[in-house]
């Protein structure tokens, strides 16, 4: 699932020269780079600008650690994918775990996971956990507790299409046993709530106007955007237009909310 796209703003504190070069030639096919070289700057910008994701190295020009940033962005948009950027060397390495405590999604390590369709996969990856993370915390104290690993696999994974016998063979039951337990939780059916953990992720991207259904529909491995019109509408008997009126993202985990205690019939 892409998160980031044309049109959408990259915000990143780097302030190297040259890595900014190379970072904008390969962002630019992603989304809109805008660098900054402190924390005041990344932070104005984040807060004037609708980010798909921000990028930080470990330290800013002054050579403060970024450790606060990351804590005051996730606390402030919790939404947001944070990734930090950094090299592999000894140093560096000792700095990460206090990022990712921080409220970091993942590392993008220089020459590595900076390059071609490991960017691309990167961003996408750290933007739908964020994602399946926010969804999840509004969730969880709906389900019984033996069934959250299976919603929690549905959101992490319904950024692509993926079946019931996925799910199943994931958690290691039958498809069957996954069947009978979501009945006797309340539950959607498995395939209901494979649909709309598709649909959350659709609306997360739709909640970006610039971004087309159909657009929507090609990062999700829809067929095409008529099958995410029609899942859309038979599900919440929204368009897409009505679903970013009603909150998008929201209104969605609202609905799921409802059907948890009502579940739609498959």
Same mark, same amino acid.
């Given at each position: ?35 900054? #070289? =402190?924390?005041?700057?990344?932070? *104005? !910008?984040?807060?004037?600008? +609708?980010?798909?994701?921000?990028? /930080? %190295? ?68 750290? #933007? =739908?956990?964020?994602?399946?993370? *926010? !969804?999840?915390?509004?969730? +969880?104290?709906?389900?019984?507790? /033996? %069934? ?68 929507? #529909? ?49």
């Amino acid at each position: 699932m892409i998160m980031v796209g044309p049109g959408s703003v990259i915000g990143l504190l780097v302030s190297d020269a040259d890595l900014r070069a190379r970072l904008r030639a390969l962002l630019e096919p992603l989304g809109v780079p805008h660098f900054t #070289a =402190s924390t005041a700057e990344l932070t *104005e !910008a984040v807060a004037t600008h +609708r980010m798909g994701t921000v990028i /930080v %190295e470990l330290r800013d020009s002054l050579g403060n650690t970024t450790v606060p940033l990351v804590q005051m962005l996730r606390r402030d948009y919790p939404s947001l994918p944070i990734l930090a950027y950094c090299e592999l060397t000894p140093d560096q390495v000792k700095e990460i775990p206090a990022l990712v405590r921080a409220g970091a999604d993942g590392v993008l390590l220089k020459g590595i996971d900076d390059v071609g369709a490991a960017l691309r996969g990167t961003l996408s990856r750290s #933007a =739908s956990d964020r994602v399946a993370d *926010e !969804a999840l915390q509004g969730l +969880r104290r709906f389900i019984p507790k /033996v %069934e959250e690993p299976v919603l929690a696999y549905c959101l992490r994974h319904a950024y692509r299409p993926i079946t019931v016998s996925e799910v199943a063979g994931a958690l290691g039951v039958h498809r069957k046993t996954l069947c009978n337990r979501a009945i006797e939780a309340g539950l959607p059916t498995p395939s209901a709530l494979i649909s709309w953990c598709r649909l959350l992720h659709a609306a997360r991207l739709l909640d970006d106007g610039g971004r087309s259904v159909e657009r929507t #529909a090609r990062a999700l491995g829809f067929g095409s955007g008529a099958a995410l019109r029609n899942m859309l509408r038979r599900y919440t008997g929204l368009r897409p237009s009505e679903l970013r009126q009603r909150g998008g993202t929201r209104f969605v985990i609202t609905m799921l909310q409802s059907q948890i205690a009502h579940p739609l019939a498959d």
